[in-house]
Structures are given as structure tokens and as C-alpha cells.
Nanobody
Framework: QVQLVESGGGLVQPGGSLRLSCAAS????????MGWYRRAPGKERELVAVHRSYGSTYYTDSVKGRFTISRDNAKNTVDLQMNMLKPEDTAVYYCNVRSSLSGVGYWGQGTQVTVSS
């Protein structure tokens, strides 16, 4: 079965950096979009960034210029490099993979990112 294992969350001061990693297993993900969502306290889950199967990327406006998404199809991994972190980036971050063909998707368990001094 498909499994997504996230790592890299933690506590960081404003202006700091974190790198989230997601390792996917259970099948080939070459035709899947791979991305990251987040849910801040009291807010709905939002899309942060996605790396599409054909290579293009998308970032929500609030993270443009600060976050970078990358994927390695050989390793079935997707990473999110987060720089210049702000307190409003505090959230549980979820890895998501979704088939660009069928729309079927899978979620990771989430990893907490806290930005605080």
C-alpha cells in the first residue's frame, strides 16, 4: 500500500530555515503530483506548494520567494525547503501525492512546524 513518511519539522526562530522531506513508497509516483499542504491553528488546510508530474511548480502567494519545492523521482521523495520563516508559517505540514491521471491521492501523517522566538 502507499505510505508517505514525513520528517524535518520542529521549532525554529523567525527568520530561520527548515527542510521538510517526504518519502513515498508502495508504487511509482512518476505520474503523480507531489506537494505540501498545511493547517494552521483555527484555519483550514491550504495548499503550500506542488511539484507537478510534468515538472512545473506552484506556490501559494504567502511563501513565494521563501519556500522551494523539489522532487526526486528516482527516490520517490519530495522536499520543501523553507527559508525566512515567519510565525504565520506555524502549522502542521502534510505531504500529499495525487495521480495526474486518476485524481487518486494520499496523505502523510503530518509534521509540526513552529516558528517562535
Amino acid at each position: 500500500q502507499v505510505q508517505l513518511v514525513e520528517s524535518g519539522g520542529g521549532l525554529v526562530q523567525p527568520g530561520g530555515s527548515l527542510r521538510l522531506s517526504c518519502a513515498a513508497s508502495g508504487r511509482s509516483f512518476s505520474t503523480y503530483n507531489m506537494g505540501w499542504y498545511r493547517r494552521a491553528p483555527g484555519k483550514e488546510r491550504e495548499l503550500v506548494a506542488v511539484h507537478r508530474s510534468y515538472g512545473s511548480t506552484y506556490y501559494t502567494d504567502s511563501v513565494k520567494g521563501r519556500f522551494t519545492i523539489s522532487r526526486d523521482n528516482a527516490k520517490n521523495t519530495v522536499d520543501l525547503q523553507m527559508n525566512m520563516l515567519k510565525p504565520e508559517d506555524t502549522a502542521v505540514y502534510y505531504c500529499n501525492v495525487r495521480s495526474s491521471l486518476s485524481g487518486v491521492g494520499y496523505w502523510g501523517q503530518g509534521t509540526q512546524v513552529t516558528v517562535s522566538s
